[in-house]
């Protein structure tokens, strides 16, 4: 699913037009994108959860040549399933 289709599925559900429903999603998407950059935890129970993740500096090697280079301390988002989620997904469980 796109956010096209999001914002089709949002407006088909609603009474909303297509430029609210897109302003929904888009706030949806601005708001866990702000949270996450100011390092907070973004959760819908049952769905997923994001988190910011600190990786400290370290050595490494370039791939092509073998050469050590310092990697930059760096923050990343991490993405986690819910259990719920997880269970709709896997089918075997």
Same mark, same amino acid.
């Given at each position: 699913?796109?956010?096209?289709?999001?914002?089709?599925?949002?407006?088909?559900?609603?009474?909303?037009?297509?430029?609210?429903?897109?302003?929904?999603?888009?706030?949806?998407?601005?708001?866990?994108?702000?949270?996450?950059?100011?390092?907070?935890?973004?959760?819908?129970?049952?769905?997923?959860?994001?988190? @910011? *993740?600190?990786? !400290?500096?370290?050595?490494? =090697?370039?791939? $092509?040549?073998?050469?050590?280079?310092? @990697? *930059?301390?760096? !923050?990343?988002?991490?993405? =986690?399933?819910? $259990?719920?989620?997880?269970?709709?997904?896997?089918?075997?469980?």
């Amino acid at each position: 699913m796109i956010k096209l289709e999001l914002i089709r599925a949002l407006k088909k559900e609603t009474k909303l037009t297509k430029p609210e429903a897109k302003n929904v999603v888009e706030l949806f998407f601005d708001e866990m994108s702000n949270a996450l950059a100011n390092g907070d935890r973004v959760e819908i129970r049952g769905l997923f959860s994001f988190y @910011v *993740k600190h990786y !400290k500096s370290y050595i490494g =090697r370039k791939p $092509k040549t073998g050469e050590q280079v310092k @990697v *930059k301390p760096k !923050k990343l988002p991490v993405f =986690r399933v819910g $259990k719920e989620l997880g269970k709709r997904v896997d089918y075997q469980r």
